[in-house]
């Protein structure tokens, strides 16, 4: 294993300059593009790593993971009476689709979904964003996880368009929340920084049904681990999430800070990481190292 990662690292971080670093805050556009990490963890304990896998990165939306999850255990099956399951086939944070659908977001990993579900952690829990801090660093192992003070800034200075989307279903009543509160919450979830092996690790419970190793008690439910697997592999990966299915074939969340995650149902989980993305906003070195790990190594689930 050790062996491949190191192999497809050096092969494949060169294309980092077909991509384009997200650039919407200066935060992230000053980014180093040539950076490039990969980190694998089983459940059976291991961990491997390539390249720039300990390098702390710009979580963005991989975090709906985290929040999601969160948000199913507080509302249980009532929260999918207020977001859908169901692939977009429009851009991450349309405002169309929302409009025409009366304030019900297709699914919950869409900008309008985590925004939504954003509003249930700050209704629902006291102090919301130290229990998402807490909740990802018990899942991570690590107390030092923190979100980042200027991407947070830069993210509330240049969020109008997930404010409209905010606005627009709390003018359908599907924001029970101030929006300024919930926009905080989902800025701050997306500000958090992490590399690939904390992510990797973070994650294992999703590979094993719900229960994290290491940890006392079940995450979530193995019926929700499954649902949140179901909703990565049709919509994760923006609007390649039908070509990574057809390519890759596992359940995976990208993230404009340049992550890949991909869970691999009874073995583990793979984080990528190298900030440059395709014009879809999916990592491109990211993705060629993750879909050729999967291929090597015989993961698809199809
Ligand atoms: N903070 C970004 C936004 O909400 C996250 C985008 C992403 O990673 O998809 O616009």
Redesign the pocket.
């Known amino acids: 294993m050790q062996e491949l990662l190191d192999t497809l690292l050096s092969r494949y971080q060169p294309l980092y300059t077909q991509g384009k670093v997200a650039d919407y805050i200066p935060a992230l556009a000053s980014v180093a593009p040539q950076q490039a990490g990969i980190a694998v963890a089983t459940l059976d304990g291991q961990l491997f790593t390539a390249g720039d896998a300990h390098q702390r990165f710009s979580l963005?939306?991989v975090s709906k993971i985290f929040a999601l999850v969160m948000a199913m255990n507080r509302l249980g099956d009532s929260l999918w009476q207020r977001v859908n399951m169901e692939p977009s086939g429009q851009p991450?944070?349309s405002i169309v689709q929302l409009e025409w659908e009366k304030g019900i977001p297709r699914n919950p990993v869409i900008?309008a979904g985590a925004i939504l579900v954003s509003d249930v952690l700050v209704s629902h829990y006291s102090a919301s964003k130290a229990a998402f801090l807490s909740f990802i660093r018990r899942l991570a192992a690590t107390e030092t996880i923190m979100a980042d003070a200027v991407v947070f800034q830069s993210?509330l200075e240049h969020g109008n368009r997930?404010a409209a989307l905010a606005y627009l279903m709390k003018s359908f009543g599907n924001i029970e929340a101030d929006v300024p509160a919930v926009l905080a919450q989902y800025f701050h979830q997306?500000a958090i920084a992490i590399s690939c092996s904390e992510l990797s690790r973070a994650l294992l419970f999703l590979a094993n049904r719900g229960v994290q190793p290491g940890l006392p008690d079940a995450v979530c439910s193995r019926r929700d681990a499954h649902r949140v697997n179901a909703i990565l592999s049709t919509s994760g990966m923006y609007d390649q999430s039908g070509e990574f299915a057809f390519n890759v074939g596992l359940p995976a969340k990208s993230?404009?800070?340049g992550a890949i995650v991909a869970i691999v149902p009874q073995y583990g989980v793979i984080t990528a990481w190298s900030p440059p993305l395709n014009r879809y906003?999916n990592s491109v070195v990211a993705m060629q190292l993750i879909s050729h790990l999967a291929e090597e190594l015989g993961l698809s689930l199809f």
Do not use: R
Request: proline share 0%; hydrophobic share 15%; aromatic share 8%.
């Open positions: 963005q939306s991450f944070n900008n993210e997930n997306c993230g404009v800070g906003g």
